[in-house]
């Protein structure tokens, strides 16, 4: 039998069997430690990505005076209520220990949390008034010329009617006068007031050069329902939403220009067509009981010459 001990051939069979079942244990175990460690899962993928899509955040955040103790309460606080609302379980009442085992906080600040959440006054809901006097604006015919563009409106409703800024803010809110919105806007040039009285819509100001205020609002509405789009994606539900982009590299600064220009002329196209249409059947279905959903179509284009981005790994073109 050559080198091979002979004792191991004394073993009865049931000895033999425990030797192998321990290796085997040892051996798939000594595996499984390794396929976890060198092979990413899922989670790995998703953390990868998260470290990416706040990279731009946190630098933000640094530079608006936010720091990390006031984001980590934040973070707490939407962790808790996120689980409290979006994973129940069906006929039963979420509690501490589940939020607990979701999130990762500890139950007595989880406690705390829902505790403090319950007292507070629900906000009202409220959109950005400039947003919406701005679609109407552009989408109702009655403001608009035979080529869809928005008219130059009147001041006052005794110089043009129905059809003047002041009939336009009280289409949409009777609460608040014309002449506040009007100065807001012309600090923030969005319209310009002519020598008769007219106000004119500028198209290329939606994004305010002033107003912090306003410019924070649409920060979070646009980014939210952005990365809302993204994760109903990535999780794999159905249908998935349209979120598509164009990547390229190794550019000029004059070709950039180019492509910028492109992206905003056929982009602002698209947005008003869309809004056109929006406005119309918002105006039709808003008497429905199903009138229950929203919607929001983004545009944004971005440049720059830092490049974090592996190149092994980026597609170029049109990508999902």
Known sequence: MGNIPTYLYELNIHQKTLYVVIFTTIYFEFLLKHLIQETPGPTNYVVKALKKLLKPLVNFLISSGITYPVLNDLLKELFVEVAETDFK?????????RINFLTGI???????????????????????????LISRWLADPKYCDDQNKPLALQRLIKQGGEVSFEGLV???NKDIRSRAILDEWLNMNIVCLDENDCVHLNQNAFIPQ??????????????????ATAAHNLKGNTPPFI?????????????VKELAELSEKLGMETLISVNSLALAL?????????????????????KTTDNDTDENEQKKGLTK
């Open 89 to 97: 379980l069906v006929d039963k009442q979420q509690t501490d220990s």
């Open 106 to 132: 500890h139950r007595k600040d989880v406690k705390r949390l829902r505790n403090q959440r319950s007292n507070q006054a629900v906000p009202a809901e409220t959109n950005s008034l400039s947003a919406l």
């Open 170 to 172: 009280i289409s949409i």
């Open 210 to 227: 002033q107003g912090y205020e306003e410019k924070s609002w649409f920060f979070g509405e646009n980014l939210r329902d952005h990365i």
């Open 243 to 255: 979120e598509r982009a164009v990547y390229y590299d190794q550019l000029t600064a004059e070709s």
């Open 282 to 302: 918002q105006n039709k279905d808003k008497q429905s009981q199903e009138a229950v959903y929203r919607m929001r179509l983004g545009l944004y284009f971005y």
